[in-house]
Nanobody
C-alpha cells in the first residue's frame, strides 16, 4: 500500500513563508513526476508545480519566483517552499506522485491535503 504524507501547512501572515513536505511511503519501484496542487472551495484542483528532477520543473503562471519545488529522490520526498505568501494562496494543498508500486503499473497517487491559510 502506498501513502503520500504531507506536512507543513498552517496559518501565516501576508508576506510570510511556509515549506510543505510530502513523503511517499510504501512498496515503491519507481517515482516519475511529483507535484503539488491546490484546491479552492468549490473549485477543481489546479497545478501549482511539478518536478521530475532539478532541471525539469514546471510552475503555474505567476507562481514561479515565489514558490520553489524540490525533490529528494533518495528519500522519496518532495518539498514546496512558498515565499511572499498572499491571501489568495489560501487553499488546500495536495501532494501528487505518478509512480509504480510493487505489482502494479504507473498511476497517480494523492496525499490527504494540507491547509494553507494566509491572513491579511
Amino acid at each position: 500500500q502506498v501513502q503520500l504524507v504531507e506536512s507543513g501547512g498552517g496559518l501565516v501572515q501576508t508576506g510570510g513563508s511556509l515549506r510543505l513536505s510530502c513523503a511517499v511511503i510504501g512498496s515503491i519501484e519507481s517515482i516519475n513526476v511529483m507535484a503539488w496542487y491546490r484546491q479552492y472551495p468549490g473549485k477543481q484542483r489546479e497545478l501549482v508545480a511539478s518536478i521530475y528532477d532539478d532541471r525539469n520543473t514546471n510552475y503555474a503562471d505567476d507562481l514561479e519566483g515565489r514558490f520553489t519545488i524540490s525533490r529528494d529522490k533518495s528519500k522519496n520526498m518532495t518539498f514546496l517552499q512558498m515565499n511572499s505568501l498572499r491571501p489568495e494562496d489560501t487553499a488546500l494543498y495536495y501532494c501528487n506522485a505518478y509512480l509504480k508500486a510493487v505489482s502494479t503499473w504507473y498511476r497517480d497517487y494523492w496525499g490527504q491535503g494540507t491547509q494553507v491559510t494566509v491572513s491579511s
